[in-house]
């Protein structure tokens, strides 16, 4: 396919670019915490790098309150495609069209 539509991540020096973007950002902003003078309301949080494993841990902890979670949640792979027998007998009406009054787009 000549005609393949090229997209701006599809290119891996963009990808790259990009990259390194991120990390001089990275660098500035670690920089600007040793320059900057925070108006902190606790002591903890004039700590070395305390935002960041602030940040970090309170990743971790969501990642395994949802997997934890995951336990109790998760429903089998094909859940929505087996039908329940009481489902199938109990004389509701699953044809859209047979309901009076339905505007359909089509019609």
Do not use: Q
């Not at 336990?71 to 309901?99: C, H, Q």
């Amino acid at each position: 396919m000549k005609n393949e539509k090229k997209y701006l991540f599809d290119d891996p020096k963009n990808i790259k670019r990009l990259m390194h973007i991120f990390y001089a950002c990275c660098v500035v902003l670690v920089v600007l915490d040793f320059v900057i003078h925070r108006h902190v309301m606790h002591d903890w949080e004039n700590l070395w790098a305390f935002y960041p494993i602030y940040g970090f841990i309170g990743c971790v902890v969501l990642v395994v309150v949802a997997s934890w979670m995951r336990t109790f949640l998760i429903r089998s792979e094909d859940y929505y495609d087996k039908p329940n027998t009481s489902d199938v007998n109990d004389g509701s009406v699953t044809d859209t069209s047979a309901i009076k009054g339905a505007n359909h787009v089509d019609d």
